[in-house]
Structure formats: C-alpha cells, structure tokens
C-alpha cells in the first residue's frame, strides 16, 4: 500500500536525522577540547577524518551483508555499534590524554563510523527499492534527514553539554541512538507488498515493450533498462569511472566551503549564523534535486549541479574582491545547494545504471568516493588560504576551476553511459 512506503520512507528520514549527528563533530571538538588541553585541533580533526572512513567502509560492510542478513539486522547492528561507541566515548579519563585519543579514535572514529555506515546503506537501499517511480524524490528525502542532522539536533545537544557535560551527553545520545534505530529497524525492515507489486508492474512494462516494440533501437533501450552489474562489473565499465571523478572533484568543491561557512561569512562581515544556513541549504536541496532528476533525468540535473557549482565560485569570488556582503551570501547558499546535488544524483544514478538487485553494494561502493573528497578539499583550501595570508579569494576560484573540470567530463559521461 502507499501508506506503508510512506510510512518508511518517512522512519528512514527519521533515522538518518539521527545518523546526521555523525557530521556534527564540529560541535563536540571544543568541548573536547576544553577537558583534555593537550589534544590539537589536528589531533581532534582526525577524529572526523577517521569517522568517515569507516563510514564509508561500514557502508561498503553493509552493502554486501544486506541482502543476506536483510535491513532490520542491518540497523540493528548499527545500533550496538553506536551504543558501544558512544559509551566508550562518555568513559574517557582526563587525567590519560594520550590514551584517551586513541580510545577516540576507535570508538568515535572507527566503532560509531561504522555503525553509521551500516544504517546509511540499509536504509538507503532498502526504501530506495520501494520507489521506483520516484528514486530521486525518495533518496533526497532520507539524504535530507541526514544532511540536516547536525544543524537540527546540534542546538539541542550543544545546550545539554553545557548544562550536563560532554561525556554525561554522550552516554545519553548512547541510550536515544539505541532506542531509535532498534525501533526503526523493526518499521524499515518489516514486509512490505508494494516494493514487490511495483517491480512486477515495472518487469511486466518493460517485458510488454520488449514483445511490441519493432524497432531495433528502442529494443537495446528497453533491454538497458533491466540490466543488473555485480559491484566487479560495474567496477569494470567506463561510466562508473568517469561519474566518480565528476563526483569527488564536486564533493571537493563543496568541501572546501561548507568546513568554513561560518568563519568565511565573519571575514567578509555576514553573521556567523550563515553558517546554519548553508547547512540548511545543504539538507532541504537534497529532495529538490530528487524532484529534478525524476522529472528531467540525469543529464540535466548535473548540468544545473554544475552551474550552480561555478556561480557560487563566481559569486563568491566577486564578492572577495568587492567586499560585497550580498555576493558572499550569494555564494555561500548556492555552495549549500550544489553540495547537496552530489549524493542524489549518485543514489539515483547508480541504482538507474546499474540495476537495483545489487544496489546496496554497488552504492556502497560509490561511496567511497567521499574519501579523497574528503581529503582534497579541506587540504586544497587550507595550502590556498596558507598562501594568501588567511584571504579566500584562492579557494573561491578554485570551486569555479573544479565546476569547469566537473562540466567537462558531462560529454564524455554521456557518450559511455547506458541509462
């Protein structure tokens, strides 16, 4: 029934709002910090680093157990890991600052990094699957949840630490982490008719159009249509490649402004609470771009990512040089929008190119592509401001530079791809 695909697509949202506290580290790491003041900013960024790594990897774990163990072990799964890794967290002892890193590390970083990972697949696959009339729509909405779980919880939990303490919060998002997703995971991981009832009215379409069709040519269209890649074959295609470069060289680009919204926004004389903003910008453009990749497919979808992708480095640049506060701002809300593109556009790419029946491992897969990203920009923006004594003007027109190299493999992109 609808209501029942509604229904989960509206707990995985839920869900991932949850998961999204994975990106607020940002607002743990000063309170860290101020209990352990031998512990550098380096030493504390690394903490993000490692998480998402193993977000990645615990991404990849889940895409190959899924489709044994199903979603609501999955899920589950992931809610031992949290609950095992926010408590390690909450444990930690002042008084051993070297050692206590380390357990950071492992139960921030890697335990919680994975546990993360394995919701985000779950979740992702398995309601994706129940909307295959609509895969943008439906992977926007549950990426919004995750893109907005920071900013909409953040507040929330920064009050509590500086009320209860860090550590006490910890053990308390412990506890909620657990309830939610085990509750979750009996709602996303329960039976469902319609994904099936919807994949045999698509099977049926496309069999009808393969028995009716004369025409050669809309005969090797159709038949595209139903192709399944194991993850190794996609591995082996051409369009995978050039998709992942279009991906990271974007994912970059958004990287090298979202990581510093808030200082850019002071440098240039905008309130810091821009910074939120672009946040915002970054979860609500997520349904959007869904919305924009069913009803105008692919090509033009990236075409308008990329776009909005080398306005906000015109804009931004422009702004640099005139000071102009408008042009930031400009800049800023459109780097919001065009980070947001990326992860939609790969949900729905991957399942409309590669097929759905391994859709948990080949997205997984693609996933990893976050980590280069994730390296690139911050480490590109960091040497560029380094280099011009603190100004942006060289970060600014790197994200133009990145939109062109993203653009440029658009072409190409379309003369491989197959869907």
């Known amino acids: 029934m609808e209501s029942n695909r509604t229904t989960k697509l509206i707990t995985g949202a839920i869900l991932l709002l949850f998961c999204g506290l994975i990106y607020a580290w940002s607002l743990f790491r000063g309170f860290f910090q101020e209990a352990f003041h031998d512990w550098t900013i380096g030493n504390l960024s690394m903490t993000f680093t490692i998480s998402m790594v193993f977000f990645c990897i615990g991404g990849f774990i889940s895409g190959r157990l899924l489709p044994k163990l199903g979603a609501k072990v999955m899920i589950f799964l992931s809610a031992i890991f949290l609950l095992i890794g926010f408590i390690g967290v909450s444990i930690l002892n002042t008084n051993s600052p070297k050692s206590s890193l ?39 909405v549950m990426m919004m949840g995750f893109g907005l779980g920071g900013l909409l919880l953040g507040a929330i939990v920064t009050n509590t630490i500086k009320a209860l303490g860090v550590f006490a919060v910890f053990r308390i998002l412990a506890v909620i982490m657990f309830v939610v997703l085990f509750v979750g995971s009996r709602i996303i991981g329960g039976r469902t008719k319609i994904a099936d009832a919807s994949i045999d009215r698509v099977g049926a379409t496309i069999n009808q159009e393969e028995k009716v069709s004369d025409n050669a040519e809309t005969k090797e269209k159709t038949v595209n249509l139903t192709r399944e890649l194991t993850t190794k074959e996609m591995l082996a295609t051409a369009s995978f490649w050039i998709f992942i470069v279009w991906n990271v060289v974007t994912n ?18 905008a309130p810091a609470i821009l910074g939120m903003m ?22 033009k979808t990236m075409i308008i990512d990329c776009a909005l992708q080398i306005g906000s480095g015109a804009f931004l640049t422009m702004g640099a040089i005139t000071k102009s506060v408008p042009l930031i701002i400009l800049g800023l809300i459109a780097a919001g929008f065009f980070y947001s593109g990326s992860p939609t556009i790969a949900a729905a790419f991957i399942n409309k190119e590669y097929g759905g029946k391994n859709y948990s491992s080949n997205f997984s897969t693609a996933n990893f592509s976050l980590i280069p990203a994730a390296f690139i920009g911050p480490s590109l923006s960091s040497a560029l401001i380094s280099a011009s004594d603190g100004g942006y003007t060289g970060t600014f027109v790197a994200i133009i530079v990145c939109g062109i190299i993203s653009i440029a493999t658009l072409p190409i992109l379309a003369k491989v791809v197959k869907n």
């Open 102 to 140: 380390i357990m950071l590390y492992l139960f921030y970083g890697v335990i919680s990094g994975t546990g993360i990972g394995f919701s985000y697949n779950a979740i992702i696959a398995t309601v994706g699957k129940l909307f295959p009339d609509r895969q943008g729509f439906a992977s926007g």
């Open 252 to 269: 970059s680009a958004g990287l090298m402004v979202l990581n510093s919204a808030a200082p850019i926004a002071e440098t240039f004389g």
């Open 278 to 299: 672009v946040s915002l910008c970054n979860g609500g453009g997520r349904p959007i771009f869904g919305g924009i990749y069913d009803r105008f497919g692919r090509s």
